[in-house]
């Protein structure tokens, strides 16, 4: 078949127009009905089995294990989508809570995939980072879907992960003697009533948020799962363990801008250290700021109604001068001193 000049003409005008369309300079447009946004729709770390708990974090991060980011290709009704019909490069950022981006670098994307996944990702320890993911063609051209911007998370550090069966759980080092807090401020041991854990234990270190006045700047957060054998007559018993570099000097000097005495403690000697100089923050949400815990009323038992409590008269000073500090509860947490 033969074609005329005129139509040979037009011909080839229509051609130069899709290609100039398709070589945008800043980005290439998606074809109708193919994918609108990007949804990450997991972030999780492999290996790690969390507990099903009000303590339990939506995104669980830690600086020292890989974990691995998936995001779907999805059109505005929520259904997977084709994102780009050609193959492209899947880029992620990691978005600081003051804002600044870090690359954690890219992926390919086959054609019409419905989807991407990011594994072997690591991010130190942080507060409210996101992440964020965007599309380009293989020339770096950015595509026409939306990008993907993920729930702020926590970045912890330091894990430990003990077995059901372990009733006395130390962090740092997952041990079941008297935790070290030598390098990290505090330390603690997650001690439970024999047979009442259900789940792993896991262990961690994170940041505080400024209001809570940590000492150290961080908290310990426990998560496990227990039977309804744990009770207030019948508590679970984190021991935080804190400096005498750090504690000594608080206590001192809390003291000495105090009338009277304080509470030596069960383990304390007249004179030295008076812990209740010193307080316990908790909470057994996930984020959010932490509570300055009341002292129990009796030692041993957290009071009815209440979600915790700091035990100072079974709290002590032991030989090497590091302050244990005994706090009761019914369930995970996050703790720290203040």
């Known amino acids: 078949m033969t074609r005329s000049a005129g139509g040979l003409k037009a011909f080839a005008l229509a051609a130069c127009a899709v290609l100039v369309a398709a070589l945008a300079p800043n980005q290439a447009q998606a074809a109708p009905g193919l994918a609108t946004h990007i949804e990450f729709t997991s972030i999780f770390t492999p290996g790690v089995t969390l507990p099903d708990t009000i303590g339990t974090p939506d995104i669980f991060?830690?600086?020292?294990r890989d974990f691995t980011a998936v995001a779907e290709f999805q059109d505005d009704r929520g259904a997977k989508r084709a994102a780009y019909v050609f193959p492209a490069r899947a880029h992620l950022f990691a978005v600081a809570a003051n804002g600044t981006e870090t690359a954690l670098g890219t992926r390919e994307v086959p054609a019409n995939a419905t989807g991407v996944t990011f594994t072997g990702l690591r991010l130190p320890e942080q507060n409210g980072v996101r992440l964020r993911m965007e599309l380009r063609t293989l020339l770096g051209l950015l595509i026409e879907?939306?990008?993907g911007i993920s729930a702020?998370?926590?970045v912890q550090r330091n894990i430990v992960i003990a077995p059901a069966s372990q009733n006395n759980v130390a962090i740092p080092g997952g041990?079941?003697?008297?935790?070290?807090?030598t390098g990290n401020g505090i330390c603690a041991n997650v001690i439970t009533p024999a047979g009442t854990v259900t789940s792993s234990q896991i262990l961690t270190y994170g940041f505080c948020q400024s209001a809570d006045a940590c000492l150290t700047g961080e908290y310990i957060q426990s998560l496990l799962d227990t039977t309804s054998a744990v009770t207030n007559r019948n508590p679970l018993k984190v021991v935080l363990g804190c400096a005498p570099t750090l504690c000594d000097a608080i206590i001192q000097e809390r003291h000495q801008n105090t009338s009277g005495?304080?509470?030596t403690g069960g383990g304390g000697e007249p004179g030295h250290l008076e812990l209740s100089h010193i307080s316990i923050a908790f909470s057994h949400l996930p984020t959010g700021p932490l509570a300055t815990a009341p002292e129990c009323q009796q030692s041993g038992r957290v009071p009815n109604g209440s979600a915790g409590c700091f035990d100072v008269a079974a709290s002590y000073v032991d030989s090497l001068g590091i302050a244990r500090l005994v706090?009761?509860?019914d369930g995970d947490l996050r703790t720290s001193t203040k």
Request: proline share 13%; aromatic share 8%; net charge negative.
């Open 61 to 64: 991060v830690t600086n020292d």
């Open 145 to 147: 879907v939306r990008e």
């Open 152 to 154: 702020p998370f926590d």
């Open 175 to 181: 041990g079941t003697g008297p935790c070290d807090p």
């Open 261 to 263: 005495g304080g509470h």
């Open 327 to 329: 706090f009761l509860t």
